[in-house]
């Protein structure tokens, strides 16, 4: 089945600065890969998505790159600020195959963004 | 914005005690979800269903699991024997389609004593 590795576990960023997320996976028949945002206590919530055909995403403060070749993908996020804090997922899912719908995710980031 | 619901926000129960966390999908969605979380760890799926039937499970959903859409609102899963393992925050999800965003539910903290 497929597997997503993510990096890094833990980022601390000053507020105003980057923080930049990576994700890989193993399973070419996968096509979409969600982001997820998890406050603490909190339900995971999608802040961004990108689909197989595409190779970048923006909105806002946010974007999500792929690379559909290496098999990995990218999240962004510029000017940071402190409600950034949270663990991110990220996750694959493929819409073919034995898997139909099955969310595979990340271990998780967890962000901390200083004032 | 239409959520997902979820009851209870937190269960305990005795090892070996049957329990049933209920969750209400967001209402033109055709397919649905359970994952589960064990505290630090990453989200783990545990099974799908679309069209009243099981589509997909994980090797987590052996037969102590079942899932039952009762009614056409409410989407169940039922631990048979719960174990001390069985202690995670259970989100259930659903999605209009395939390959398309799931929403998440707020959880359920399940503690096995």
């Known amino acids: 089945g497929e597997n997503v590795e993510q990096h890094p576990s833990t980022l601390s960023v000053q507020e105003g600065d980057s923080a930049v997320i990576k994700c890989t996976y193993s399973?070419?028949?996968?096509?979409?890969f969600p982001w997820y945002k998890q406050e603490l206590g909190k339900r995971p919530q999608l802040i961004i998505d990108i689909r197989s055909n595409v190779g970048e995403k923006k909105d806002q403060r946010i974007a999500v790159t792929l690379n559909k070749t290496a098999k990995h993908f990218s999240l962004h996020i510029t000017e940071t600020q402190p409600e950034d804090s949270a663990v991110y997922f990220c996750?694959?899912?493929?819409?073919?195959?034995?898997?139909?719908?099955?969310?595979?995710f990340g271990r998780g980031t967890q962000l901390t963004v200083w004032p | 914005e239409p959520e997902v619901t979820q009851t209870p926000s937190h269960q305990v129960t005795q090892m070996g005690q049957e329990v049933i966390l209920r969750c209400v999908p967001i209402s033109n969605h055709l397919y649905f979800y359970w994952y589960r979380q064990i505290l630090g760890q990453k989200v783990e799926f545990l099974v799908s269903?679309?069209?009243?039937?099981?589509?997909?499970k994980s090797e987590i959903f052996d037969d102590q699991f079942s899932v039952e859409r009762p009614d056409g609102s409410n989407f169940t899963l039922k631990i048979r024997s719960t174990k001390l393992e069985d202690s995670a925050m259970y989100f259930c999800?659903?999605?209009?389609?395939?390959?398309?965003?799931?929403?998440f539910g707020p959880g359920t903290r399940l503690t096995v004593l």
């Open positions: 996750a694959a899912i493929s819409d073919r195959g034995s898997t139909l719908g099955r969310l595979y």
């Open positions: 399973d070419s028949a996968s096509n979409y």
């Open positions: 999800a659903s999605s209009e389609g395939l390959a398309v965003t799931q929403y």
């Open positions: 269903f679309y069209n009243n039937e099981i589509s997909e």
